[in-house]
Structure formats: structure tokens, C-alpha cells
Nanobody, 127 residues
């Protein structure tokens, strides 16, 4: 199993930006699709964005489209979630998740599809 570590969360005002990072020491991470999910108190975990193993596919949720982008740096073994124009409703605990895939597979948007998870990083957006 791959141990994932998220970082970059914090408290910002509405309209601000944060960049989350997801990294691991396992070199096989480059063979994984990676996704970001979030969970706010009293709500179910929801899909935010994902990136395919190749980096060529980056689906995002409608709620964050145009504001959040996902990218990966294989040399640094890290996946990023750039969050711009943050809104109070983006407040949540953000998790990254991964699974090993074949090169041509599109990334899943279902949490149950991923078998490696981080502990989460808190994002709080005030109005």
C-alpha cells in the first residue's frame, strides 16, 4: 500500500488561493491515477478533481470548474491541486487518493475506486 501525505491547507479569505500537495516516497506513484476528494462536516465525501497516470486527463467537479486545477510533477513524485477564487463553501477536509492504473485508463471519480488515501488537510475559507 502507498502512504500518501497531503499538505498546503490553511485558512484564507474568500477570493484567495491555496495549493495543496500530495506526495509519497514510493517511486511507483508515477504509475498511479490520483484524485482529490473533500468532506465538509455533516456532508458526504465528494469528488473534486483527478489526474490520470499520464497527466493527460484531468476531470474536475462542476462546483470547482474554472477555479481548481490538478497537475503532477513526476520528478518530485507530487500531485498538486491549485485552488483559486476560493469560496466559503469550499471549506472542507481535503484528501488525496491514488490507485495503480494502466497508462491509457481514464481516472475514476468514485472514491471507492481508490485504495490508497492520505490523512487529509484542512481548508477553511472565510467570507
Amino acid at each position: 500500500q502507498v502512504q500518501l501525505v497531503e499538505s498546503g491547507g490553511g485558512s484564507v479569505r474568500a477570493g484567495g488561493s491555496l495549493r495543496l500537495s500530495c506526495t509519497t516516497s514510493r517511486r511507483s506513484f508515477s504509475e498511479h491515477a490520483v484524485a482529490w476528494f473533500r468532506q465538509a462536516p455533516g456532508h458526504e465525501r465528494e469528488f473534486v478533481a483527478a489526474i490520470s497516470r499520464s497527466g493527460g486527463e484531468t476531470p474536475v467537479a462542476d462546483s470547482v470548474k474554472g477555479r481548481f486545477t490538478v497537475s503532477r510533477d513526476k520528478a518530485k513524485n507530487t500531485v498538486y491541486l491549485q485552488m483559486n477564487n476560493l469560496k466559503p463553501e469550499d471549506t472542507a477536509l481535503y484528501y488525496c487518493a491514488s490507485k495503480r492504473t494502466i497508462l491509457t485508463m481514464s481516472p475514476d471519480v468514485e472514491a471507492r475506486s481508490y485504495n490508497n488515501w492520505g490523512q487529509g488537510t484542512q481548508v477553511t475559507v472565510s467570507s
